[in-house]
């Protein structure tokens, strides 16, 4: 499947863009809602892009009235991205979600502070509140990935999504002083694929659970490189701002990609693990 | 309103104005749309395209003013005849043009938007403001404008009587704002998509941060 990155698409805004996916993810719902970081929020860097926005977002409880429905009416399959500061907002909002798809958990957002509860205790809390299909979304900057992939899976997830930015800083040339108002932001870009690339790869070999992956992914040979290394499904991000029609280019581009074992061959993923295991340690 | 569409478009010419660059592309199957609304254009070399209103529509083309500010721009500015580039829109809300009496208010590259609003308005007057002779060459854009350069303010230029329709540098739509509630003003942030994805172009409007590309560009005075 070919889905958007959370928080690089706004179906309500782009419902055109958002009928060229497999699925849409939303922006993360947190429990209250997130005005967000004040700007400046971007900056383009060498070969990628910092945000902070700081999941600005209506809260659970605007997000259920006013959004939802509205999103549920584009008949368009809806995975719903959850956030929060403790394993409790994780659950509560998982528990108020029917009719949608999938959730996935955003446990790595970078432009604010942690959650206190591990990433296993929020998967646990939520697993507990929902049947419904959960993404756990890790960050590529914890130091043992393959470790919390396992932690996850072994408390419930049904499914990764790696990975989400890593966390950079960008210096105005003249001033060097940060241009984001928040200092630092989350990478994304081309810049970030062979660190998303080698988390995917070491997170199927640890876990085998269906991933869907990201980070740069711009072609339909980016696709295939991430189905290679043990990605179920692929998200597209930064992408999507540079080119709206990008999801459509990418399946006509995988249409004429010159290799077998394309997206979505069950078997791409077999042969990822044949890898030698040095190469992505 | 027209669908944003984005296609690639041949380089026509690209002038030079003072330090900024009149960039002409063939128009293709892109609506020009309506005065003050934007477009997304390929920056060759950069991973995202950049924001610029549209300066005039010639028939057959869009022509956009270009201050070469960074690495992006710069890159449009030094685009010659029959390379092209991808351009997307166009994107977001312009001008309202029911005014009974316009006066049209730029400032340095603000005066972008003006030339094509003010063909749609059959050629209201307008004061223009820049921070040198130099800068002040794309006055041509709009013949007949008043020009006020440094240290004169364009805001000392404004005669009362006027619905003002002003795009420029903050302070001076700040400046504006003061004068004439219910301005409306053209404003500018950095954006990623200009299509709302990507939530980068937050600007506090009403107490609230709202997205720029969608809510605006163009904005009523509070």
Redesign the interface.
């Known amino acids: 499947m070919l889905l958007n990155a959370s ?4 179906a309500l ?2 419902p ?2 958002a009928r060229q996916l497999d699925a849409f993810v939303t ?1 993360t719902v947190t429990p209250l809602p997130r ?2 970081n ?7 860097t060498a ?3 910092l ?1 902070a ?1 700081g999941l ?1 977002n209506p809260g659970r409880e605007r997000f259920l009235a006013e959004q939802l429905p509205r999103l549920q009416e584009l008949a368009i399959p809806l995975w719903v991205s959850v956030g929060g500061f403790c394993a409790r907002d994780y659950a509560d909002t998982c528990a108020t979600l029917e009719a949608v798809d999938a959730i996935e958990l955003n446990l790595s957002c970078p432009n604010v502070d942690e959650a206190a509860d591990s990433a296993a205790a929020i998967v646990a809390a939520c697993r507990a509140a929902t049947s419904l299909p959960l993404f756990a979304k890790l960050s590529a900057a914890h130091p043992d990935v393959a470790a919390v992939a396992r932690s996850v899976a072994a408390a419930g997830a049904d499914g990764l999504s790696l990975i989400n930015t890593l966390r950079g800083l960008a210096l105005d040339p003249h001033t060097l002083e940060p241009v984001l108002a928040r200092g630092a932001g989350g990478l994304s ?2 810049s970030l694929k062979p660190v998303a690339l080698a988390t995917v790869h070491a997170c199927y070999a640890a876990t085998r659970l269906p991933i869907v992956g990201m980070g740069g992914i711009a072609t339909a040979q980016d696709v295939v490189e991430f189905v290679a290394c043990g990605a179920l499904h692929v998200a597209l991000g ?1 992408v ?6 990008a999801p459509a280019r990418i399946r006509e581009e995988l249409a004429v990609v010159p290799v077998d074992d394309r997206y979505g061959a069950a078997h791409a993923a077999e042969k990822a693990l044949e890898l030698p295991a040095k190469a992505v340690a | 309103m027209p669908s944003p569409r984005r296609e690639l478009l041949r380089v026509a010419g690209a002038e030079s104005l003072g330090p900024y660059t009149l960039l002409r592309l063939a128009r293709g199957g892109v609506d020009p749309g309506a005065p003050g609304q934007f477009f997304m254009l390929e920056a060759p070399g950069r991973l995202l395209p950049r924001a610029l209103s549209l300066c005039l529509a010639p028939a057959g083309e869009l022509a956009f003013l270009v201050d070469p500010v960074g690495p992006g721009t710069a890159s449009l500015c030094a685009l010659a005849r029959g390379d092209a580039i991808h351009v997307f829109g166009p994107l977001g809300h312009g001008f309202r043009l029911d005014v009974e009496r316009p006066l049209l208010v730029g400032g340095g590259v603000g005066v972008a938007p003006l030339p094509y609003l003010a063909e749609a308005l059959r050629f209201p007057p307008a004061v223009l403001g820049f921070r040198s002779g130099w800068h002040a060459e794309a006055a041509a854009l709009l013949p007949g404008a008043e020009v006020a350069i440094e240290p004169t303010l364009v805001t000392e230029l404004i005669r009362p009587g006027h619905e003002l329709l002003a795009c420029g540098p903050e302070p001076m739509l700040h400046a504006v704002a003061a004068l004439c509630p219910g301005a409306q003003l053209a404003w500018e942030a950095p954006m990623a998509c200009g299509y709302g994805a990507c939530y980068g172009c937050a600007v506090e409007i009403g107490g609230e941060l709202k997205r720029l590309c969608v809510e605006g560009p163009v904005l009523l005075a509070a």
Do not use: S, Y
């Not at chain 1, 004040?38 to 383009?44: G, N, S, V, Y």
């Open positions: 928080g690089c698409l706004d805004a782009a055109e863009v922006k005005e967000g004040a700007p400046p929020r971007i900056a383009e070969h990628g892009m945000n926005i600005a870009g081309p930064t999507l701002f540079a080119d709206a029609d």
